[in-house]
């Protein structure tokens, strides 16, 4: 599209924008919030999100489990911690560390907590992280976590105005800092640029630059490593999102590059430089993980050791360190498996499991504790769930083999009796086996309504989780949902996902469609009772899934999309994705992304089925304008279309439990009274 008529759409802020924006909300909302289960689907989700019940997962600072939470009584949520000793009984007592309800409501900002970086070793003090109304966009201040108070710019406090900026601290009285400090310091896609040692009572501005990269790299980092006999400075470039370089920082020298491929992911954890492969390196295979000896590869020895090797079905998903141990996440077709390895005294890592996982479900470590000096320097706490199976909160001390404890199970929170869960796979139009799960009725008896979701992008994995939100909402009344494992995601490792990078996207949709025929073929579903739904690089799947195949479906759901696919790179975050998609500025890919832009394959006479957008006005990663001019060219066309902008929220697309609640309720009743026999209404 040329000339594009929509473009005023793109201010976002912009009155007419606005105006806009409060028709299409004022017109969903009077259609959906008026039918008769809408207010029962929002108490519903409402109660579920802000569960007393649910486990208030925590991380270890000192001697103090640290746990950010929110319920009904505390939208904005309370920064809180206990002991382990506390933790462990059914009501532990809680001590307040910050309650962003308060501050919000004292300063009449809507904040978001954005999380706190805390200063090691003494957990003293924290640099807290807040978001205005749900933004990236972030301010810093300095917290005392003793006195329970802000340190105040007038008490030489570090404080950083709203940016997409990264804070690390040195020691007491400096920071690295990267952020907008003027004209140079942020790259193209909006984030650091360079970054400045800052020392505390000195101007920021006078801060030396100490790193930097170039205005077309993603972003720049620095760190200090605080592990005692281990202390350095470390420092990232990402050039794009699939390629960065890692640095050793010394005083008064040039930075030293660590020699890894620049598709590798790379960490140093005291002794060790551990290096992930996204391609073959050393004769080792894209999916292994390596370990060696940091200081001397430093000097160019490459003598390592083997972590982790892929195979046909089995792939790294994640790693995790304790001090002295790496514990591995690993994804069997999907379903996870946990590996403790330990270092051998005379060279080499034995290998044990860590915790049983039942087939078919999720387990994922959710904190360690590295830098303790005490024995919680080898604790894991981990957290295994299903589709149908609420989570259990696990703790392990690596030191002490099989003492396994559970600390907290998560209740049950809908009817589970008459379902099940199974693994199928589709065959792509390449011929490629393409997984996904059905959490449905164990006797499916004729075509039920059935949701399918998909994500197919940036090495995302989809693994089995529980959601009592999607139980109560869709399972509880008959309808079947699917999670499509597709290429573009990580399933299985690199090469799953480099099959739909830039112009090999059409895996991604092409896999997702044969997912759609496996599900009508199997009798599962029928395309007119078949509903899909994504979000972000999601919903940019959904875009092209209307208007390519929309004989396929009954109803499509887009949440915060990227849909103008010539125009992403120049939108706020998304020059930082051409990586991913391809760059409309070169002639080649921009005709490939034109071929399969959602916002320019909209025409007259699509028999597209009924469409949903949502968004929020401060999702300042994907911008609103995508989904605002997709529903606009719609609406000119005739062609049914819903549109939902949530004023704060950000790329979540909602700020607390409430929003939340409002636009789950809101997208449930849309897709039951699309799909359902008992709500089906035509939507025009």
């Known amino acids: 599209m040329e000339n594009d008529p929509y473009l005023w759409l793109e201010e976002i802020e912009g009155d007419a924008a606005l105006a806009w924006v409060a028709e299409r909300n004022a017109e969903t909302q009077a259609e959906l919030t008026a039918d008769p289960g809408f207010e029962e689907l929002r108490k519903e989700a409402r109660e579920v999100l802000s569960d007393p019940a649910r486990i208030p997962y925590v991380v270890?600072?000192?001697?103090?489990?640290?746990?950010?939470?929110?319920?009904?009584?505390?939208?904005?949520?309370?920064?809180?911690?206990?002991?382990?000793?506390?933790?462990?009984?059914?009501?532990?007592?809680?001590?307040?560390?910050?309650d962003v309800d308060a501050l919000a409501a004292a300063e009449d900002v809507p904040w978001v907590w954005s999380g706190a970086s805390v200063l090691r070793p003494g957990h003293k003090?924290?640099?807290?992280?807040?978001?205005?109304?749900?933004?990236?966009?972030?301010?810093?201040?300095?917290?005392d976590m003793e006195g329970r108070s802000?340190?105040?710019?007038?008490?030489?406090?570090?404080?950083?105005?709203?940016?997409?900026?990264?804070?690390?601290?040195?020691?007491?009285?400096?920071?690295?800092?990267?952020?907008?400090?003027?004209?140079?310091?942020?790259?193209?896609?909006?984030?650091?640029?360079?970054?400045?040692?800052w020392r505390r009572g000195t101007p920021l501005a006078e801060a030396p630059v100490v790193f930097e990269g170039r205005e077309e790299d993603v972003s720049v980092a620095a760190w200090h490593d605080p592990a005692p006999g281990f202390e350095r400075d470390l420092a990232v470039r990402h050039r794009d999102f699939w390629h960065s370089e890692y640095f050793l920082l010394r005083p008064?020298?040039?930075?030293?590059?660590?020699?890894?491929?620049?598709?590798?992911?790379?960490?140093?954890?005291?002794?060790?430089?551990?290096?992930?492969?996204?391609s073959r390196w050393l004769d080792r295979p894209a999916g292994a993980l390596l370990a060696f000896a940091f200081e001397d590869f430093l000097r160019g020895d490459r003598e390592h050791q083997v972590l982790f090797m892929p195979d046909e079905h089995t792939v790294l998903e994640s790693y995790a360190t304790t001090r002295r141990r790496v514990v591995l996440e690993t994804l069997t077709d999907v379903s996870s498996r946990l590996h403790l390895l330990t270092p051998n005294t005379g060279g080499g890592w034995s290998r044990s499991p860590l915790g049983e996982v039942p087939p078919l479900s999720t387990a994922t470590v959710t904190a360690t504790a590295p830098d303790e000096e005490d024995e919680n320097a080898e604790e894991v706490l981990f957290d295994v769930s299903g589709f149908l199976q609420p989570a259990t909160l696990r703790?392990?001390?690596?030191?002490?083999?099989?003492?396994?404890?559970?600390?907290?199970?998560?209740?049950?929170?809908?009817?589970?009796?008459?379902?099940?869960?199974?693994?199928?796979?589709?065959?792509?139009?390449?011929?490629?086996?393409?997984p996904y799960f059905v959490v449905?009725?164990?006797?499916?008896?004729?075509?039920?309504?059935?949701?399918?979701?998909?994500?197919?992008?940036?090495?995302?994995?989809?693994?089995?989780?529980?959601?009592?939100?999607?139980?109560?909402?869709?399972?509880?009344?008959?309808?079947?949902?699917?999670?499509?494992?597709?290429?573009?995601?990580?399933?299985?490792?690199?090469?799953?996902?480099?099959?739909?990078?830039?112009?090999?996207?059409?895996?991604?949709?092409?896999?997702?469609?044969?997912?759609?025929?496996?599900?009508?073929?199997?009798?599962?579903?029928?395309?007119?009772?078949?509903?899909?739904?994504?979000?972000?690089?999601?919903?940019?799947l959904m875009g092209v899934m209307l208007t390519r195949c929309p004989e396929l479906f009954g109803a499509v759901v887009a949440e915060v999309p990227l849909?103008?696919?010539?125009?992403?790179?120049?939108?706020?975050?998304?020059?930082?994705?051409?990586?991913?998609?391809?760059?409309?500025?070169?002639?080649?890919?921009?005709?490939?992304?034109?071929?399969?832009?959602?916002?320019?394959?909209?025409?007259?006479?699509?028999?597209?089925?009924?469409?949903?957008?949502?968004?929020?006005?401060?999702?300042?990663?994907?911008?609103?304008?995508?989904?605002?001019?997709?529903?606009?060219?719609?609406?000119?066309?005739?062609?049914?279309?819903?549109?939902?902008?949530?004023?704060?929220?950000?790329?979540?697309?909602?700020?607390?439990?409430?929003?939340?609640?409002?636009?789950?309720?809101?997208?449930?009743?849309?897709?039951?009274?699309?799909?359902?026999?008992?709500?089906?209404?035509?939507?025009?």
Request: hydrophobic fraction near 40%.
């Open 60 to 98: 270890r600072r000192g001697p103090h489990l640290y746990n950010f939470w929110r319920d009904a009584a505390r939208l904005r949520g309370v920064w809180r911690r206990t002991t382990l000793d506390e933790y462990r009984r059914p009501g532990p007592r809680w001590e307040t560390v910050l």
């Open 125 to 143: 003090r924290a640099l807290v992280k807040l978001s205005r109304d749900g933004a990236d966009a972030v301010v810093v201040r300095e917290y």
């Open 150 to 197: 802000f340190v105040a710019d007038g008490e030489d406090g570090f404080q950083l105005p709203e940016a997409k900026s990264s804070v690390s601290w040195i020691d007491e009285d400096q920071l690295f800092v990267g952020t907008d400090t003027g004209p140079g310091s942020l790259t193209t896609s909006g984030y650091p640029r360079t970054v400045r040692r």
């Open 252 to 278: 008064d020298a040039p930075a030293v590059r660590i020699e890894v491929p620049d598709d590798a992911e790379a960490t140093v954890h005291r002794e060790w430089l551990l290096v992930q492969l996204r």
């Open 395 to 434: 703790r392990a001390v690596a030191d002490v083999p099989g003492d396994l404890e559970t600390l907290k199970q998560a209740p049950d929170r809908f009817a589970a009796e008459g379902l099940a869960v199974q693994q199928h796979f589709a065959l792509s139009a390449d011929g490629t086996r393409v």
């Open 440 to 540: 449905g009725p164990e006797r499916q008896e004729g075509p039920a309504p059935t949701l399918l979701y998909a994500y197919g992008g940036f090495e995302v994995s989809l693994t089995p989780s529980y959601s009592a939100v999607t139980g109560r909402a869709w399972l509880q009344r008959g309808g079947s949902y699917v999670v499509a494992n597709i290429r573009g995601g990580g399933e299985y490792g690199p090469a799953w996902h480099r099959a739909a990078l830039g112009s090999g996207r059409d895996r991604a949709f092409d896999d997702f469609a044969a997912v759609a025929r496996d599900l009508t073929a199997r009798g599962i579903t029928a395309p007119g009772r078949l509903g899909i739904a994504g979000g972000s690089n999601g919903g940019l």
């Open 563 to 684: 849909l103008d696919m010539l125009r992403f790179h120049r939108l706020l975050a998304g020059s930082s994705w051409i990586a991913e998609y391809g760059d409309p500025e070169d002639p080649d890919d921009r005709a490939q992304l034109l071929r399969w832009s959602p916002y320019h394959n909209v025409h007259a006479g699509l028999a597209c089925p009924p469409l949903l957008l949502t968004t929020s006005t401060r999702d300042d990663r994907v911008h609103p304008g995508h989904a605002r001019k997709m529903a606009a060219r719609l609406r000119e066309l005739a062609l049914p279309v819903r549109y939902f902008e949530n004023t704060g929220g950000g790329h979540a697309g909602a700020a607390d439990h409430e929003q939340a609640a409002f636009v789950e309720a809101l997208i449930h009743t849309f897709l039951w009274r699309t799909l359902s026999d008992e709500g089906r209404v035509p939507l025009t």
